[in-house]
């Protein structure tokens, strides 16, 4: 409970540049990921899914877990940031599943995201710079975004590991798309082998 201090502090906060009730607006839209499914779980056939936050929660320890790792200099509290906002237009537009992007123009999605990001942040302090990075991320244009990039796509592996285990399920189709595709980094590729071997063992198993 709070004490008549913390009252106190928060009744005499000056704004420095963004007033309280933005800071809450902000908070109100982006912690709406929680109640947002990845939708490509479901569309396997998966039911009580991860939510958007939880996919986000996962790829942001992913990056703090890789970034000592990395064999390029990059900024780690840069790269936490743009995997902590790096899904944030799906607050709006939901998680558009792959299979319906075939159906938009090439640059559809993307413009998409970019305006509703640009909605979501446009009244922060430094919302200007949270879109550049974003578009980091989108582009793989620095070692921040490509880190990001690497983790985005090993956490959706991780959990596709997880629910296997859990549930007692196999995803085949899954990963064999994933199958032949690199990543940027090379501590990322070693864990995905890692992964993949680990799998396969415990398939053996049964």
Do not use: C
Request: hydrophobic letters at 45%.
């Amino acid at each position: 409970m709070g004490s008549s201090s913390s009252a106190l502090s928060a009744t005499n906060y000056e704004a420095g540049g963004v007033s309280p009730e933005t800071l809450l607006a902000f908070l109100h839209t982006a912690l709406g990921l929680k109640r947002i499914p990845r939708t490509g779980w479901l569309l396997r056939g998966l039911v009580d899914v991860e939510s958007v936050a939880e996919h986000t929660w996962g790829v942001a320890l992913v990056v703090l877990a890789l970034a000592p790792e990395v064999e390029e200099p990059l900024n780690r509290e840069k790269a936490l940031i743009i995997a902590l906002v790096h899904d944030l237009p799906e607050r709006s537009l939901s998680d558009i599943p792959s299979p319906a992007l075939v159906h938009l123009p090439p640059e559809a999605k993307r413009e998409a995201e970019e305006a509703a990001f640009s909605d979501i942040v446009q009244e922060l302090p430094g919302g200007d710079r949270l879109r550049v990075w974003w578009r980091e991320f989108e582009e793989g244009s620095t070692p921040e975004g490509r880190l990001v990039q690497d983790a985005d796509r090993l956490e959706m592996l991780l959990q596709a590991y997880l629910y296997e285990e859990s549930r007692g399920i196999r995803l085949d189709d899954f990963w064999a798309n994933q199958a032949g595709r690199s990543f940027h980094f090379s501590v990322a590729q070693a864990v995905y082998e890692a992964l993949v071997q680990a799998r396969a063992a415990r398939h053996r198993e049964r």
